[in-house]
Each structure stands twice: as C-alpha cells, then as structure tokens.
C-alpha cells in the first residue's frame, strides 16, 4: 500500500475523530440535533396523521391525557382548541386541507350567536333526585363543533352528569364532558365532520344534572362560563372553521335555586326577598319576554293567591 495515501487517510480519521461531537460553526453537537420533528397533526408521533391523533387530542383537551407530541395548532390560529379538532376531523373524513396547510378565519364575531341556561332552576322539594339544568344555543352561523366550561359557586349542589338525550347534537365521533367536583366545574364539548346545527333559536345543546342533598338549605347558586385548561374554550366553530366567542345569558345570580321553606307573595324571582329587583323581574317577563316568574307557592299558577 502507498505509504503517501495510508498516511494521508490516518491524518483524515485523526481530524474527524475530533471535529466529530462539533457543528459546522463549532458549536457542540447534541441530541437534538439528529431529532426529527414530528409532522402537523401527527399528534402521537407515530409517523401517520389518523384518528389517532384526534382521539389523543380530545383527550388531551378534555380527559387530562397527555400533551400532543407533535403541533396540535393545526388550522394555525395560535391556539389549540376545539377548533383544531374540526379542522382535523374535517381533513380526515371530507378530504379537508392538511394540518398548518389551510387558510381559516380564525375568529368571527359573535353576531346572534348565543348559549342560554335554562333557567331560573327552583327547587321546592328536596328528594334526593338529580335536577336538570338545560344549556341552549341561538346560532345565526351553521355549526359543527363546540366547546363550553361552566363553573358554579355553591359548595351545597354538585353536577354529577351530562346528557344529550333530546340535543340537537350527533352520537358521530365526538361529543362528551368532564366534571370536575372539586372545583365545581363541568366542560363539554361536541364536534362532527358531517351533521352540522344550521341557523335555528333556542335549540337544546346539552344537559347538566344537578344533585341537590335531601337536607339542602335554602339556596342561590351562579353559574357562570370559565376557561378550563388546557384548551377547553366557550366557543361554536362554525363550518368554515375558526371559532365564534357566543354571547352568554343566564339568569344574574339566581340561575339555581333551592326554596323549601314558606315561599314570600310577591317573590318574583326567588332571591328571598320581595325588593324592586321582583318588580324588574315582571316587566321584563311581561313585556320583553324574560324568563317566567317561579312559582312561589308551588301549585302550578304564577300568582300569590
């Protein structure tokens, strides 16, 4: 063998066996360099962007699974939420554009959009069942997915459940909720790829069931939206993507109320006490079609005779 070229090929191994754990600018080398980072919506990292993924996203979302691997921010609106889970969705089933490859209007304005609670919500007699809280939708947008967090400030009640018996959601793919008792706090959500809500008023969304003790005092209890991390927003996603931040209208202070002992004439809206805010109450259920006065003393009439 040349002597020359064995020389020459030692010197080579020599120089690279030291510029090896260095970069190109002298930098040292690590780890990281060699990682490979995971593609848009493969959010479990397993090289395919499947309902795998979506499913890793809806519990990571809503069931406390773990964070998506790679970018969960899929209709790239510098979030993740509910709506990155329709653009998915939408890419899997309908032939939707690829994740961080579409072009959405992120946010659009609340317009008639609304959720309403069902309420006041009065209970009169304690028997130990679950008490239904209804949870409407107004949308002037056709819908395809949504997200809600509610939050209560009664250490006496606890929400138990959700149904969507009677909704005018579908059973396709997803829809479902967590509760959270010891922060009082309930999120649900729904999302689908081809059944959609079109523009209607005062359509059933959801149920939350109440569970009251038997020895329950009397009682007001607010409800109010919340943020629940990490992504559960109070938001519709319209079918062109993005999401809509709905108006809320409840019921003040007294969406809940637990009255068992002798009712005051003139009561109008529970609060246990008869004040102007009872004669406020009335003229705006008379004449601006406000919610119905309760039922004082509980025999089906809303009078005090």
């Known amino acids: 063998m040349n002597r020359s070229f064995l020389f020459n090929s030692m010197l080579a191994m020599l120089v690279l066996s030291v510029l090896m754990p260095w970069g190109m600018n002298g930098s040292e080398l690590n780890a990281q360099d060699f990682e490979v980072q995971s593609a848009c919506g493969d959010l479990n990292d397993d090289a395919n962007i499947d309902l795998d993924d979506y499913y890793w996203l809806i519990n990571y979302m809503f069931h406390d699974g773990p964070a998506p691997i790679g970018d969960a921010d899929m209709d790239e609106c510098g979030s993740v939420n509910i709506g990155d889970a329709w653009y998915l969705i939408q890419h899997l089933w309908v032939a939707g554009d690829p994740p961080c490859q579409g072009s959405v209007a992120c946010t659009s304005p609340a317009g008639g ?29 056709t819908i395809r997915s949504a997200s809600m967090g509610f939050k209560h400030d ?11 018996i009677g909704s005018m959601t579908s059973t396709e793919v997803g829809r479902g909720y967590t509760v959270d008792p010891a922060n009082n706090e309930v999120e649900i959500y729904w999302n689908s790829a081809y059944d959609q809500i079109r523009p209607q008023s005062g359509g059933l969304f959801a149920t939350m069931w109440a569970q009251v003790p038997i020895d329950a005092p009397d009682h007001i209890v607010d409800f109010d939206t919340t943020f629940i991390g990490p992504a559960t927003e109070f938001v519709l996603c319209p079918v062109n993507g993005g999401v809509i931040s709905p108006a809320y209208n409840d019921c003040g202070t007294t969406d809940f109320m637990i009255v068992t002992s002798t009712p005051l004439c003139g009561d109008a809206n529970c609060d246990g006490s008869v004040n102007v805010g009872d004669a406020v109450f009335l003229i705006n259920y008379v004449f601006k079609s406000g919610p119905e006065p309760c039922d004082p003393d509980d025999n089906g009439v809303l009078d005090c005779n």
Do not use: A, M
């Open 113 to 141: 959009n609304s959720v309403n609670l069902g309420c006041p919500v009065v209970v009169y007699e304690l028997t130990g069942d679950s008490v239904p809280i209804p949870i409407y939708i107004t949308n002037t947008d």
């Open 154 to 164: 009664s250490p006496i009640i606890e929400i138990t459940s959700v149904s969507f």
